[in-house]
């Protein structure tokens, strides 16, 4: 079993800088692939990044490319998103997870955070 942890969410202005982090416990952690999704009222959950645990890559949401980085530390067991450049249509609550797949479909990730709000004000 996997527990995520997210924190790092809050009130920002257009522009500004936000990092995510997501801190994670279980045995299991560490041969895990990582994503970040979110969701804003009334809206599907959509993905924004993933990182594959075995060789450090990669894959992000057009809408977030160039402006996001998701990075893992794997000593302390924590995920980042390091969001830059926020623009109001990113806010929304915003998910880690975990799972046996590199993939952007959030339905092969079988751990879930419990979100944290980011919001970004014009």
């Known amino acids: 079993q996997v527990q995520l942890v997210e924190s790092g969410g809050g009130l920002v202005q257009a522009g500004d800088s936000l990092t995510l982090s997501c801190v994670a416990s279980g045995r299991a952690f560490n041969s895990l692939h990582n994503g970040w999704f979110r969701q804003a009222p009334g809206k599907e959950r959509d993905f924004i990044a993933a990182i594959n645990w075995r060789t450090g890559g990669t894959i992000y949401a057009d809408s977030v490319k160039g402006r996001f980085t998701i990075s893992r530390d794997n000593i302390k067991n924590t995920i980042y998103l390091q969001m830059n450049k926020l623009k109001p249509e990113d806010t929304a609550v915003y998910y880690c997870?975990?799972?046996?797949?590199?993939?952007?479909?959030?339905?092969?990730?079988?751990?879930w955070g419990q979100g944290t709000q980011v919001t970004v004000s014009s």
């Open positions: 997870a975990a799972g046996p797949l590199f993939t952007r479909n959030s339905g092969q990730y079988p751990y």
